[in-house]
């Protein structure tokens, strides 16, 4: 029986690379944080993991609700696609104002592409993009560390249509990528960049430049939707989409940002608490995977967790915070204090949500 072989050809080219796509989510199949509104004026990521919004001045005056969508391209094998809709017009785009949708990627995972050197790699882009406009439209490659930024212009042919797009970024011999856990390189879609954003296309260039003059204002119109999906960013040229399957894809989107969320099936339960008081409770919560850093920690709201104790007696929290112990990369001390004096101290006791769509989250982004 005959052996089949694969060329180094082959996989020089990524076409059978498992984990060749750099981006996280690009299917924007994870959507941990919901529906996101009223995004503008300060960096804030979108309803799907892992990309943001950021801006310039924070003058700006563009805002947007963003929302996880099934308006996907035909053929792609895509479900999901990130809507960013324009809720409040950018009527004027000033020189310092900038509205723009990134992914950061962490700087220890791009070693390979040997930056600073001369034998720095070529990426491919490839993505799936829906505009309300048509004509030229900019994507960039920003590198942090060495402060540098590379503009690629695609060009859009019919507005409000899917439509397909590849561009090239060369390697940077005298770029700089640390071996650290910040952001090594950051893909940006700027939606509006004024002029101290702009720069001559196709050519890696000093600064923080994500557009040319030619970059259109897609937010002049509160009927403008954009919609992205299948975002792929590969070593040498690009390949089909690699398809990921949701675990996996949750696994990693979870090393930046991790949301623990009651369900409308009424599973409520979040750990185990112990009372180190008669009004007090502590929760050591495990993180599913290590994260990024120690993390920083949200809620819905002050009411959003309970606890249950002995008969399975209820009792309302008076809001969830860091324990003395803080958090790890691994995981976190939660204290919470109630009204009452209902606990023996070192009894045990449920710690759980109080109704649907309540959540606690840990923050660890880039």
């Known amino acids: 029986m005959a052996i089949s ?30 529906s996101v509104s009223g995004i503008g004026g300060s960096q804030t ?12 001045t924070g003058s700006e005056q ?25 809720t409040t017009a950018e009527s004027a785009v000033a020189s310092g104002e900038l509205f723009a949708l990134s992914q950061d990627i962490e ?27 048509s004509g030229t439209h900019c994507v960039a490659l920003r590198q942090p560390d060495g402060s540098r930024s590379y503009v690629r212009e695609f060009t859009v042919a019919s507005a409000d249509t899917w439509e397909k797009h590849t561009v090239t970024f060369s390697g940077d011999a005298s770029g700089t990528i640390n071996n650290d ?113 120690s993390p920083s920690f949200s809620k819905k709201d002050t009411t959003v967790t309970q606890f249950k104790y002995g008969g399975l007696s209820t009792v309302a929290g008076s809001g969830p915070g860091l324990g003395g112990d803080g958090a790890s990369t691994w995981g976190a001390t939660i204290a919470e204090g109630v009204a009452t004096t209902p606990f023996t101290t070192g009894d045990v006791g449920n710690w759980e949500f109080v109704a649907d769509g309540d959540w606690i989250a840990f923050d660890a982004e880039l």
């Open 62 to 86: 563009g805002r947007v609700t963003t929302t996880q969508d099934t308006d996907v391209p035909s053929g792609g094998g895509f479900s999901s696609s990130l809507k960013i809709d324009c």
């Open 181 to 293: 856990t910040g952001a090594g390189l950051s893909v940006v879609w700027p939606l509006v960049a004024g002029s101290d954003f702009q720069v001559t296309a196709d050519q890696w260039a000093a600064g923080s430049d994500y557009a040319t003059s030619n970059q259109q204002n897609l937010l002049d119109n509160t009927a403008n939707n954009i919609y992205i999906t299948g975002v792929q960013l590969e070593v040498g040229i690009a390949t089909d989409f690699e398809h990921e399957d949701y675990g996996t894809t949750l696994a990693k989107a979870q090393r930046y940002y991790f949301r623990r969320s009651a369900d409308a099936s009424g599973n409520y339960q979040i750990g185990l608490a112990y009372f180190y008081g008669t009004n007090a409770g502590r929760m050591i919560l495990q993180f599913p995977v290590e994260m990024r850093s």
């Open 45 to 56: 990521y979108t309803t799907c993991d892992r990309f943001k919004l950021f801006f310039g």
């Open 107 to 133: 700087a220890q995972n791009l070693q390979h592409l040997l930056y600073g050197n001369a034998a720095a790699k070529t990426l491919a882009l490839s993505f799936w993009f829906k505009s309300p406009k």
């Open 5 to 34: 072989t694969i060329g180094a050809s082959a996989l020089d080219s990524g076409v059978s690379q498992l984990g060749k796509n750099l981006i996280i989510n690009g299917a924007m199949t994870v959507a941990q944080r919901g």
